[in-house]
Each structure stands twice: as C-alpha cells, then as structure tokens.
C-alpha cells in the first residue's frame, strides 16, 4: 500500500468488545455508509479535538449504549480504501456497564476468533481477526536446561492449564534431539490445538509437523520478504527491527528485554516505560519477554501488548 505525502489519514477507533468466553463482537455496517453490508468493528472516526480513548467512549455509547469502564489500546494499522485512508486504532474492551443493544439499527453477532460465522468483514480487519487468534502467553521451552524429561512433564501441564502457544528454543541440543524433543513437544500440542514454532530454522521447522518460524533478531533483518512458513514471528529489540517486521507483515513480534534476565545477562533492560514508548501505534501483535511471569499480563496488555512470553514463568 502506498500512501502519498498529501493523502489525508482519517483517524479512527475500533472495540473488539470481548466477553468472557473469549467471543467478541462484530456489527453490520448500515445502509448509507461506504461498505454497507460488511462486518465491522464497533466505533468510528475520532473527531476533531478528541482523544482516541473519549472517541472511543462516545462511539460505544452512540451505537450499542454502552459505557465503557475498560480498554487496553493494542493494535493500530492504515489502510487505503478508494474512499479514504484510515488509521485504526484498535482497543480491547473488556470491562463496560449497561447491556448492549443496536441504537442504530445494525446486526450485532458475537463471533469466535477461530470461527467467524458472518461475513463480508471489512478488508482492513482481516489481519485483526488472525491477530485475535493468538493466545495471550506464550511459552518458550528450555530443556537443555531443564532437562527433557522435566521440559515435557512441564509442557504438558501448562498445556492442561491452557497453554495454546508454544516455542522450540533448543539451540545447543543437537539435531538429532531436537528432532526427538520437537516431535514429543508438537504432538502434545496439537493434542490440545495448540501451535508449536521452531526457533530459527524453516527447513528443519517443514522437517516435522511444526506450525511455524520464530526468527531471531539477525535472521528478522537479513529477510527480504516474508517466508511461505505457517505462522511467522520474530525477535525484536529495537525500533529498527519491530519496523522491519512490520515491513515483512510477520504474524507477532516478541519484544525484549523487559527485564534482565538469566538467559540474555549482559543485554540492556527496556523497562516497562520505554517498552510501551516502543509499541505506540505498532500494527503487529507485541509480545513482552523478559523477567515476566504471569502476574505480568495485564500490565503488559494496559501498555498495549497483545501478552507475554515467557522461559520460566510458565
Ligand atoms: N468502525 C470501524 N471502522 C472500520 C473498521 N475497519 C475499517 O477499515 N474501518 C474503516 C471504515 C471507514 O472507512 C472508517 C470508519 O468510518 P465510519 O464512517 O464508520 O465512521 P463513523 O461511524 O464515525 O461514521 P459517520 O459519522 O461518518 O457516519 O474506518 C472497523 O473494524 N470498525
């Protein structure tokens, strides 16, 4: 997408109004409207003056009667329609007052991240509604240090406890056992529908049945284009890298150091202030890592990640 220097960028909020059963909700755009008939997001344009949390507000007011008691600002992306270029800023609600109900006469449906049962949905959402499809933790396995045995018991159990998310980060265990422990790690994974990635290899990652590549900081850099691999993430640590990533239109990026930390000792920590300072306006779900636990993750997600990673917090 190409955006001209002079191209007027109309500023806009967009809910993904989320219950507790993890659904959230779409609403049919009316008649009248550019894309009429298409599924969108609950909001609309930030007028002129406002701030994007009281444009959020007084939308989700204006078309569902709600009042909004609590949003994390998470994702934020320009699109170009041929009737203008929006920038939409995403907010994950999940705390309001009052029911929901259309004032303005639009379809309202509450959909399922993996199962979206309406469509059209507004081209710009597509790459929203994947993002939604990634769990909040994401775990990073260390069985070099834990040893394989333990490593396996542990996977097993966070995945009892919900664990969806998982990646191969095995870099000192030879090939052959990491073939091994990969093919233990990935079919009790998929055993619970969750996805494995393969830390810094696409050629050993197609080898087995893995769901994706999660790339190094170097390997991000040296990437001309995104690679056919499934789902694709990286490792970032500057402005440059999280740029570059979003070039590539990779599915996550994991930002770090949050914290110090014993796998990564002498890199400098970015602390919580100059992490979110990072991610304003990213168009890429961010997650945080680095000295984190789960205790972590509203935190992270008030500063607009979209969750954690974590080594030994799981
Ligand atoms: N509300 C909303 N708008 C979206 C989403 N995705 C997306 O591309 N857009 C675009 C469509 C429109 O070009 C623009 C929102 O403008 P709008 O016309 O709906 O805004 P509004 O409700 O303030 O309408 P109006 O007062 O101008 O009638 O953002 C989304 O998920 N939700």
Redesign the pocket.
Known sequence: MVISDSAVI?E???AIIIRSDGRFLL?R?PEG???SGYW??????VEAGESLLHALKR?LQE?LGMQMLHADPWMTRI?T?T??T?R?H?FRVTDWHGGLWARENQRLSWQSPHDIEVEPV????AP?IQALQLPSIYAITQATALGIDAALTRIEDALQRGLRMIQIREKEMSREALRTFSGEVIKRAHAYGAKVLINGDGVFSRETDADGVHFSSSQLMALSCRPEQGLCGASCHNTEELHHAAQLNLDFIVLSPVFPTLSHPGSPALGWQKFAALIRDYSLPVYALGGLRQEDLATAQELGAHGIAMMRGT
Do not use: D, M, S
């Not at 969108?40 to 344009?45: A, L, N, Q, R």
């Not at 507004?122 to 959402?125: D, I, Y």
């Open positions: 109309v806009v909020v967009a609403a755009r409207k550019p894309y969108e997001f609950p909001g609309g344009k939308e078309e699109f329609y009737h203008a929006v939409l995403f507004l081209p710009a959402n929203i």
